[in-house]
C-alpha cells in the first residue's frame, strides 16, 4: 500500500522541470523525463542525448514508465487531499502557519511577524507566488544556460568541421609537396 510508503517528492520530480513527474518516460540509460519536458529538450539539442548523462538515446519514441507514473499520481492525489495546516510548517516564534514570503530578508514567514517590526515594512506575497516567481526565475536562468550550451555546441562542432578541413589541407599538401620532391629528385638524376 503506497500510504504506509513514504518517498521524498525529489525522487518523483523531472530533472528538466524539478516538478513531479507528469506522463514519464524512461531512456535506456534509467533516467525518467516528462515525456514533454524530453521532447523540449531534443528539439532544443543538436542529438537525443539524456539530459542527465548526455548517452545517446535510441531513435524510436522511448516508453512510458508506468510504474513512476502511478507513483506520482498517487503522491498528487495524496497532496490533495492532505489538509493545508498538516503540510504547512509553522513559525518558531509564534506557532503561526508560514504564509508568507518576505522578499527583503528571503525567509518564509508568518502573519504575525508581517505585522511585526522585523518585519513591518517589507514588501511580503504569499508562498505560493513567491515559490511561482522563483520558479520562474529558475526557468529563465536555465534557458539562459541551454541557450549558451546550444550555442557551445554548434560552436563546437564547427570547430570541429575547421579542425577536419585544415588536417585535410595539410596532408593533400604533403602528398603535393611530397609528389614535387619526388619528380624534381627525378630530374636531378
Known sequence: M??????????LSCPVCCDIFKDPVLLK???SFCKNCLQTY???SAQRTCPVCRKRASKHTPPTNRAL?????????GIGQSSTKETMALCALHEETLKLFCLV???LIC???QASRIHKDHACSPVVEAA???KNELNAALKTLQD???????LMGTSEEVLQHIKNQALATERQITDQFVKLHQFLK
Open 148 to 154: 549558451k550550451l546550444d550555442f557551445l555546441n554548434r
Open 105 to 107: 530578508d528571503k525567509q
Open 132 to 134: 511561482q516567481d522563483c
Open 42 to 44: 531534443w528539439s532544443t
Open 2 to 11: 503506497l500510504s504506509s510508503v513514504s518517498l521524498p517528492e525529489e525522487d
Open 69 to 77: 507514473k502511478n507513483l506520482c499520481e498517487a503522491l498528487l492525489q
Open 29 to 31: 540509460c534509467s533516467h
Open 111 to 113: 502573519v504575525v511577524c
